[in-house]
């Protein structure tokens, strides 16, 4: 195999749940006035949701995000480069209120090294990373970072359900690695909040 790290996650599908609203203008006289003035409308309700395109890590090292489906056996088909990272289409995307948006990418590979998401290995509570769409930006809390054995992730919704409380999950493998048994055993499972919501981000 080309890599080492591959992110063994066993998922159930779900549909993501996600609405969309549409931003349009509104124009009113101006009493008293010749001529028509045209005002932007107020969004009614949250943005509309977006799947993500980069995440900024706490070192500020920002990884390019690719959509990512299952492969044979349920395993997150997460993209070969060590310098991108997967999104979970399924899951929940930037803007929708509920669930978890995952994002897992590899830890290392043979032939290109150590990979963008090995700084998950060591980051701690506290820290901030930055979740962009083409048109959303939002900051999350690292809450906390644990071990989880891979065989395990059947027993662990939290980490890809797109119900509960809105949060940020990110994911790479851990060691030990064991080439007879399949690689890495454990998955480093990383959980973040939400600072606020999701906002129109800058294009500059």
């Known amino acids: 195999m080309p890599t080492l790290a591959a992110v063994a996650l066993v998922l159930v599908l779900a549909g993501a749940c996600a609405d969309s609203d549409e931003h349009g203008t509104s124009t009113r006289p101006d009493v008293g006035a010749r001529s028509i003035e045209a005002r932007p409308a107020e969004r009614a309700g949250p943005p509309v949701a977006e799947r993500p395109v980069s995440v900024r890590l706490p070192s500020g090292t920002v990884v390019p995000v690719r959509p990512a489906g299952t492969r044979g056996r349920g395993l997150l088909d997460v993209p070969d480069d060590i ?15 509920f669930g ?12 290109q090294g150590l990979g963008s998401f090995a700084e998950l290995l060591a980051v701690r509570q506290g820290q901030r990373v930055r979740v962009r769409s083409r048109g959303l930006q939002q900051t999350f809390t690292i809450r906390s970072r644990r071990l989880v054995a891979r065989e395990d992730l059947r027993q662990q919704p939290g980490i890809y359900s797109v119900q509960g409380p809105r949060r940020l999950t990110l994911v790479t493998c851990a060691p030990p690695y064991l080439a007879g048994r399949g690689g890495y055993q454990n998955l480093t499972v990383v959980t973040a909040v939400p600072v606020g919501s999701a906002r129109v981000r800058s294009q500059s």
């Open 83 to 97: 310098t991108e990272a997967g999104w979970w289409r399924a899951g929940a995307r930037l803007g929708d209120p």
């Open 100 to 111: 978890s948006t995952l994002i897992a990418g590899h830890v290392d590979a043979v032939d």
